[in-house]
């Protein structure tokens, strides 16, 4: 007896949480877009690729839905059939999470010193993940159902799913201990470089936790389609976590300025500007037949910090070496 809420409720679900999604990667785009009309010529390329690449997958995901639901409608037994469209969505997300992979094994590089030791693996396993995901959508393209999918080429889509988790938990580890060993040498960005790490910490962990669940699911419940549902929304998780972490920048920016800029001590000394202050209204009381004077100096300094712009436009002896973009600090700050 099939389950309807297990099976096409799951999909319809996926369908409408996925649509959310690909509705916010959207608005991210034209966020980025906006913001950033000079940015570098390949950040602009990938955000261009990743809203087209996302618009395909939702269209797939439309066309799975209406196919489950409108041409085989009241028809239990076409619930074991794969269309192609829902294949599809297997490689479109595969080719989706590989992007935002490789997007962020280029900042660990960088921040790395350039160091392959450690990006090389990231790149090799992103790439196995994706090579699985190929070969998941072209066997179920074949096989044209479930059951026998299930039966010969399980651990395949288990082997995609797995590797996509563990190069998130690497991607999480390293670009977090890279950039905790900058903030040693460069203490005035420390605001930005823990701001940077919360935002890896987040967006790794939520397409992490998506990925997990989606697999768990196919283990433990292969005979339903809720693991489907899962996997339709992962694609739009990495799109959005790749563009949330192109649009912080400026607000990084603006808020390193101000931070610059303040006169005020540290929130870690809130007790002692406290204690200043009610010192201060003290004295006022004690004295109140002295001569108040007032003084009112009132500084405003406003600028703008672009570190790619200034980057790309300010010539300098050390922009000749072939190793000078793999400094840390100018990845920081491409990061900000």
């Known amino acids: 007896m099939v389950s309807v809420p297990a099976t096409y409720g799951a999909i319809l679900v996926g369908g409408f949480l996925a649509a959310a999604l690909s509705g916010i990667v959207t608005v991210q785009s034209f966020i980025y877009f906006k913001l950033y009309p000079t940015d570098l010529v390949w950040r ?45 969505t297997i490689a479109l997300t595969a080719i989706l999470t590989f992007i935002v992979h490789c997007f962020f094994a280029h900042r660990i590089h960088k921040l790395s010193r350039c160091n392959w030791y450690i990006t090389g693996p990231i790149l090799a396993i992103a790439f196995l993940r994706l090579c699985a995901a190929s070969v998941t959508t072209a066997e179920m393209i074949h096989l044209k159902t479930f059951s026998e999918f299930r039966q010969e080429f399980r651990w395949v889509f288990t082997l995609g799913l797995a590797l996509s988790s563990l190069v998130d938990v690497l991607i999480a580890i390293f670009l977090c201990y890279s950039l905790r060993a900058t903030r040693k040498a460069s203490s005035s960005m420390d605001y930005v470089i823990n701001s940077v790490i919360l935002y890896t910490l987040e967006n790794n962990s939520l397409t992490s936790a998506a990925t997990v ?17 899962l996997h339709f929304v992962i694609s739009k998780l990495y799109a959005n976590s790749l563009l949330a ?29 406290n204690r200043f202050r009610s010192d201060q209204r003290d004295t006022s009381r004690m004295d109140p037949i002295g001569t108040k004077l007032e003084i009112n100096v009132e500084k405003t300094v406003q600028y703008e910090v672009d570190a790619d712009t200034m980057t790309r436009h300010s010539p300098s002896p050390s922009s000749t070496s072939p190793k000078a973009s793999c400094h840390p600090s100018e990845v920081i700050s491409q990061m900000a």
């Open 245 to 273: 972490t192109l649009n912080a920048r400026k607000q990084l920016r603006q808020e390193r300025a101000q931070r610059g800029l303040s006169g005020e001590l540290p929130l870690a000394f809130p007790g002692l500007v």
């Open 213 to 229: 669940i989606s697999m768990v699911c196919w283990l433990v419940m292969p005979t339903n389609l809720i693991f489907m549902g």
């Open 44 to 88: 602009k390329v990938i955000v261009a690729v990743i809203w087209i690449l996302d618009s395909i997958h939702t269209a797939l995901v439309c066309a799975s839905i209406w196919i489950y639901l409108i041409n085989n409608f009241g028809d239990s037994s076409k619930i074991n059939d794969i269309p192609e469209t829902v294949a599809m």
